[in-house]
RNA sequence: GGAGGCGUGGCUGAGUGGUUGAAAGCAGCACACUGCUAAUGUGUUAAGGGCCAAAAGCCCUUCGGAGGUUCGAAUCCUCCCGCCUCCGCCA
């Protein structure tokens, strides 16, 4: 969400915002909407004014004949406000719907496109692995008995699956070695709600759009896709210490995502899969470009040098306006290279939304000169399991068979490779 | 599952139908004073919004949330949410 202020001065550039993210937005429409709403509003509050000023004077008339007349003459003044007030809601209420739906201004140096596909290759870490004939991460899990997709989809239905042996030991070693990394830098450890209410999907920016993305509960509580929206929505209606900034939070929690959109995509493996795990970058900070773009370097080399420690060949890429979020500003993706398909596959994403979030959510602070505003917002994957797997596998398989675990999972996993099962 | 209690400003906490947007304390801010680095005194400090070019000012809304009663509600009624206590149940 936005500032109907800044809109209102700022149509173009809302306008604009649309243009380049390739949604569709009528911003002269909220402008003009606004102006009713306002006109309304100052309408309702003149008669509100009298009313409270005619009660005022009630309250000090004496007789008790003539207070029984000035209470009858206000009747109709209220049958009246309440008319007009009706109509307000509605207005009001119209008015809310489009502001939930402004897209937030991309930064200039984010680059045109309409999809994924438009992204921008900002760099490459890392060598491509050289392994001849390398197999895919499906046939390495069936093969070295650490998965079963057969009975996955049994029990839970298309896209299920079990971890079984080292995968699960390995996804488990994943998590404590980005929670212990994190923490080392000065971020708060948190395991988050999987299911969460919608104010803090709405306020994170996944409802009313997303809506459809998300499971739900027959209690009015959804799951989350991320526990970005748990521990934002933690703050929620809090004023903040800004001494207290950044706030860093490495938060892990069960992720779930309908993937309704993609029905025919990655429908084998753990590549797109209904649930998962993930340690999430949680930032806020005061509410400076500056130190919002800062930050948002910062949580994007947190992620790489995960990915560095683990050994794994990455691309950091500068997403499109196309692909860019609703409530995002900009977006880098870490893609990590998976042997089997000579490509890169999305692993981490990393956003900053300026107060896009906090505004929503009401988080604030208030700054030096005793002014409240609304924090900064901004996040990042730190690892997201069981997607991982697939270019831990792949990287680190070998031609006879086995897989190595990188050297910095090994304290965790207490063993150094998988063995092949196969004879 | 049963019974009862509670939910007030950054925090603690008073307030049960009419200048109560809300006492008091703490914290914050400003000024003054003190030769000692923190105390004392005085004043001041809620948020969101509308009118306005802006400031000043005026006005509206907000005492967990949503409705209702009333000329008028933090205060009465209904529902919901959250917290606490006791009993039961389960581990």
Redesign the pocket.
């Known amino acids: 969400m936005l500032?109907?202020?800044f809109i209102r001065e700022n149509p173009t550039l809302v306008r604009d915002a649309a243009r380049k993210k390739h949604l569709v937005f009528d911003v002269d429409k909220l402008v003009e909407l606004?102006?009713i709403r306002?006109?309304a509003?100052?309408e309702?509050?003149?008669m509100?004014?009298?009313?409270?000023?005619?009660?005022?004077e009630?309250?000090?008339i004496e007789d008790e004949e003539s207070?029984k007349k000035?209470?009858?003459e206000?009747?109709s003044l209220?049958s009246d406000l309440k008319n007009r007030e009706e109509k307000l809601?509605k207005l009001n209420e119209e008015f809310e719907v489009l502001m939930y739906a402004v897209p937030n201004i991309p930064d200039p140096s984010v680059p045109d496109g309409k999809t994924d596909a438009d992204n921008v290759e900002v760099r490459k870490v890392g060598d491509i692995p050289a392994i001849t004939n390398p197999k895919d991460h499906i046939t390495l899990l069936k093969d070295l008995d650490l998965a079963d997709f057969e009975r996955g989809t049994k029990v839970a239905g298309f896209r299920g699956y079990f971890l079984k042996n080292e995968a699960v030991i390995l996804s488990m070693a994943l998590w404590q070695f980005a929670m212990s990394e994190l923490r080392a830098k000065g971020f708060t450890a948190l395991t988050t709600p999987s299911l969460a209410t919608d104010a803090n999907f709405l306020g994170t920016g996944y409802f009313p759009q997303g809506k459809e993305d998300v499971f739900h509960t027959q209690d009015d509580l959804s799951l989350v896709g991320t526990s970005e929206v748990s521990t934002m929505g933690m703050l929620r209606d809090e004023?903040l210490k800004e001494e207290e900034f950044p706030k860093k939070y490495a938060a892990f929690s069960a992720c779930y995502r309908r993937e309704i959109g993609t029905h025919g995509k990655d429908t084998k493996g753990l590549y797109r899969v209904h649930e998962f795990w993930k340690v999430e970058q949680v930032v806020l900070c005061r509410a400076d470009h500056v130190e919002s773009v800062r930050l948002h370097e910062e949580i994007t080399a947190n992620a790489e040098e995960l990915l560095q420690k683990l050994g794994l060949h990455y691309r950091v890429v500068l997403n499109c306006g196309g692909d860019l979020g609703q409530g995002q500003v900009k977006k880098y993706d870490i893609e990590t290279w998976v042997p089997s398909q000579q490509k890169y596959g999305e692993t981490h994403s990393a956003s900053y939304f300026h107060d896009f979030q906090t505004r929503r959510l009401g988080i604030?602070y208030?700054d030096s000169e005793?002014?409240?505003?609304f924090a900064h917002s901004l996040n990042n994957t730190a690892i997201a399991s069981p997607r991982i797997l697939i270019n831990i596998l792949e990287q680190y398989q070998t031609q006879d068979g086995y897989i190595k675990v990188p050297e910095v999972l090994q304290k965790y996993t207490g063993f150094n490779t998988i063995p092949s099962k196969t004879s």
């Open positions: 500032d109907i202020k606004d102006k306002r006109e509003m100052t309702v509050e003149a509100r004014a009298q009313l409270n000023a005619t009660s005022a009630i309250a000090k207070k000035s209470i009858e206000v009747g209220k809601v004023i604030r208030k005793g002014k409240m505003r």
